[in-house]
C-alpha cells in the first residue's frame, strides 16, 4: 500500500462555488471552481468517440497513435503489478475480447475474465492507457471520466519517470525514481462505491532527493495507513473530472474544478509519462482477507473516458502578445 507525505501544513478548504470553464476562444479549457486570471494554451486533446463532432481520437487506429498498452518498465513490454490481479492486452478494432471499446461519445477501459481465468491473481485482464506525449512541470493535466465501481477494482491516474521517444528509445530510469499518483481509489471490503480517493506522491529513494515532501494544504484526512478523502459521492455512477496543476516542485490536485491539496514535492527527471488503468483485484489486499466481497460484475468494471487533455498555463510575454493582437483586431 502507498505510504503518504508527512503533512507539515493543513488549512480550511475554500468553499464549494459553481464550477465554470476558463473562457479560451482557441479550444477547450480546463474546468476550474476560480478560474479568474488563469489562462492557458491547450498541448494534447484526446476527445474519444466514434460520432461526435468534436472527436480527436474516433477509432483504434487513432489511439495507436497516441497511447500505448503496456507499462514502461521492462522496455515498454510490462503488461502487469504484482500488487494487482490483471494483466493488460490490447485486441484490434471490433474484436470481442477488446478492451478499448469506443462508443458515440466516449473510450471504454474493459475489464474481463477470459477463458480459464477467474477471481485471483492473474485471471482477469483489462484495458489501460500510457500516453506517448511526454508530461512536466508547468503542465495542467485533465481527465472528464465515470470510474469503475464494485468491490475489488483500483482505478488509477498516474504521472511515471520514463519517456519513450518515437525510435523506441526509453529514457535512462532514475534510482531516484519520482512518482505522481493523479488518483487512486482503492475499492476493498466495505468499498462498493468509488469515492475514497486517494492522491499520492512518492519519495522512491528518499526524501530529500525529492526535496523533503510536505503538503502545503490538504483536504484529505489521515486514516493511518494512508491519506484518503470521502469526495461525497460514487463516481462510478457519473462523470467527474481530475486534474493535476503539476506547479513545479508544487502540484495541486482538484476534483470537478476545486483544489483538493497542494503538496511539496520535487520531481527529479527530465520528464514523465501518464497512465490511466483500469486496474481490477488488489493483491495486497486479498492477503489481509479484504476481498472477499468481490463478485465478478464485468459491467461495473468499466473505466469510461471522456476525454484527456493537456494545457499550459500562458506565460505573462504570451498574454501581453495576445492582448495586443485584441487591441489590434478591435482597431480594425
Not at 520535487?266 to 520528464?271: C, F, L
Not at 488488489?282 to 476525454?307: C, H, N, P, R
Request: proline letters at 7%.
Amino acid at each position: 500500500m502507498p505510504t503518504p507525505v508527512e503533512t507539515k501544513q493543513t488549512v480550511v478548504p475554500p468553499p464549494t462555488e459553481n464550477k465554470q470553464k476558463v473562457v479560451s476562444p482557441s479550444g477547450p479549457a480546463p474546468v476550474l471552481v476560480k478560474p479568474e486570471g488563469q489562462e492557458f494554451v491547450l498541448l494534447k486533446n484526446w476527445t474519444f468517440g466514434n460520432k461526435r463532432p468534436d472527436a480527436t481520437i474516433r477509432n483504434k487506429t487513432d489511439l495507436d497513435r497516441e497511447f500505448r498498452y503496456r507499462y514502461i518498465w521492462n522496455n515498454g513490454t510490462l503488461d502487469r503489478f504484482d500488487t494487482s490481479w490483471d494483466y493488460h492486452r490490447d485486441y484490434p478494432e471490433g474484436d470481442p475480447k477488446s478492451l478499448h471499446v469506443f462508443d458515440e461519445k466516449s473510450l471504454t477501459l474493459k475489464g474481463r475474465i477470459p477463458p480459464n481465468g477467474g477471481l485471483r491473481k492473474g485471471g482477469i485482464e483489462s484495458g489501460m492507457l500510457r500516453a506517448k506525449f511526454p508530461m512536466e512541470p508547468g503542465m495542467y493535466i485533465e481527465m472528464r471520466a465515470k470510474l469503475p465501481g464494485g468491490v475489488g477494482v483500483w482505478p488509477n491516474y498516474w504521472l511515471e519517470q520514463g519517456i519513450e521517444h518515437p525510435d523506441g528509445k526509453i529514457t535512462t530510469q532514475s534510482k531516484v525514481m519520482s512518482e505522481i499518483d493523479i488518483f487512486e481509489f482503492f475499492n476493498w471490503n466495505g468499498r462498493q462505491e468509488t469515492r475514497i480517493i486517494v492522491c499520492n506522491t512518492h519519495p522512491w529513494g528518499g526524501k530529500e532527493a525529492h526535496g523533503n515532501p510536505h503538503d502545503i494544504f490538504t483536504t484529505l484526512k489521515d486514516v493511518g495507513y494512508e491519506r484518503n478523502l470521502d469526495l461525497g459521492f460514487d463516481c462510478s455512477k457519473d462523470f467527474h473530472v481530475f486534474a493535476l496543476d503539476w506547479v513545479k516542485d508544487n502540484p495541486i490536485w482538484l476534483v470537478d474544478g476545486k483544489p483538493l491539496k497542494q503538496t511539496h514535492y520535487v520531481w527529479t527527471e527530465p520528464g514523465a509519462h501518464l497512465v490511466v488503468s483500469d486496474s481490477i483485484g488488489i493483491e495486497f489486499a486479498a492477503k489481509k482477507g479484504d476481498l472477499t466481497q468481490m463478485v465478478s460484475d464485468e459491467k461495473k468494471w468499466d473505466f469510461v473516458i471522456d476525454y484527456i487533455r493537456v494545457w499550459k498555463h500562458k506565460a505573462n510575454d504570451e498574454k501581453e502578445k495576445t492582448n495586443i493582437k485584441e487591441e489590434k483586431q478591435k482597431e480594425n
